[in-house]
């Protein structure tokens, strides 16, 4: 069965990864005493770090950052110790990393989809015959990844109403392709992000669902990650490092129009869609019922049957 062979194909990439030491430096974890090595990608999730490198916070709290951006943060849990102190990693690489032996924990939460500021969709085109969720059953849809958390997440909404995710037909589309792909009448929907769905909604797409919402009414979808080693070993920078964040929610808050150029500055979306893009929930907590969560979504659409403590995949210094 389909669904039961992405873990298979996350696992097998992270173990091969794991392997070949993602060409890292080999010299030994930690790096300089008092450098913090972060990595993540160009989500609008990491503008919290953004803001605390650009703003001087990090500093204020004893960290020098030093960033790298890296598009594919599945390639960054076996990086932990060798490139990297901190990355960026979704709740679904992380279980699949621990089950590989990749000792991964939790140091800070990024943000929080919730019902009341989502930031997910499954989306048909205007005029589609598809009106429901139980429409899509044996249906093809666009994903942006097959091993993502919004990909698990869809096929949770959809089993939730009814639909066997075992006749769902993939197509991998990317974000900026999908509206092209939806009216061309190659995929039946696409699970997509803002700001893409903006895209998609100024066409008439219309949304048939939150998929991030089918694991409750808020929920944790990316957050970042140190190996289990450093965390014992650097507690205080654990706690610097979340204190930062928590501070750079706050500058967000007051400080919102320049905010927003320090998004557009690191993740290259243009400035028109920067000012409109709607901002997701920051915070900086970590919290633990959401990796049970993500754990129990994987074994129910994907057949997942890796053996994962899940109490040693937060970190509380």
């Known amino acids: 069965m389909r669904v039961r062979r992405l873990l298979t194909t996350v696992c097998a990439g992270l173990a091969l990864l794991a392997a070949a030491g993602c060409g890292a430096d080999d010299s030994g974890g930690g790096g300089d005493a008092d450098t913090l090595r972060i990595a993540s990608n160009s989500n609008a999730s990491c503008l919290t770090t953004w803001v605390a490198i650009e703003k001087g916070i990090f500093k204020e709290h004893g960290i020098d950052a030093d960033y790298t951006k890296v598009e594919n943060v599945g390639t960054l849990p076996p990086a932990l110790d060798k490139s990297f102190d901190v990355v960026f990693v979704t709740p679904v690489q992380a279980i699949a990393a621990v089950a590989q032996g990749i000792p991964i924990t939790e140091i800070s939460g990024s943000t929080l989809d919730t019902t009341e500021n989502p930031n997910s969709y499954l989306m048909v085109a205007k005029d589609s015959p598809y009106k429901d969720l139980k ?8 994903v942006l990844t097959e091993v ?9 909404m959809l089993q939730q109403a009814g639909v066997d995710p075992a006749s769902i037909k993939i197509q991998q589309v990317d974000g ?6 939806l009216q ?12 893409f769905s903006q895209q998609l909604e100024q066409a008439g797409a219309t949304s048939l669902g939150t998929p991030f919402a089918s694991l409750g009414d808020e929920v944790s979808v990316i957050w970042w990650a140190a190996s289990n080693d450093w965390v014992d070993e650097n507690p205080d920078k654990v706690t610097a490092f979340q204190d930062s964040l928590e501070e750079a929610e ?8 320049e905010a927003r150029e320090i998004l557009q500055k690191y993740s290259g979306l243009p400035a028109e869609v920067v000012k409109t893009f709607p901002l997701p929930d920051y915070d900086a907590s970590v919290r633990p019922d959401d990796i049970d969560r993500w754990l129990k979504v994987m074994q129910d659409v994907a057949d997942f049957q890796g053996q994962v403590d899940t109490s040693q995949l937060t970190a509380t210094p």
Do not use: C, M, S
Not at 135 to 142: A, Q, R, S, V
Not at 186 to 195: K, S
Not at 250 to 257: L, T
């Open 148 to 156: 993502g958390t919004l990909h698990y997440a869809t096929l949770n």
């Open 176 to 181: 900026p392709t999908q509206l092209d792909q």
């Open 135 to 142: 429409d899509l059953e044996g249906k093809t849809i666009g």
């Open 184 to 195: 061309a009448g190659r995929v039946d929907a696409v699970e997509t992000l803002a700001p």
């Open 250 to 257: 706050k500058f967000i808050e007051e400080n919102d129009a």
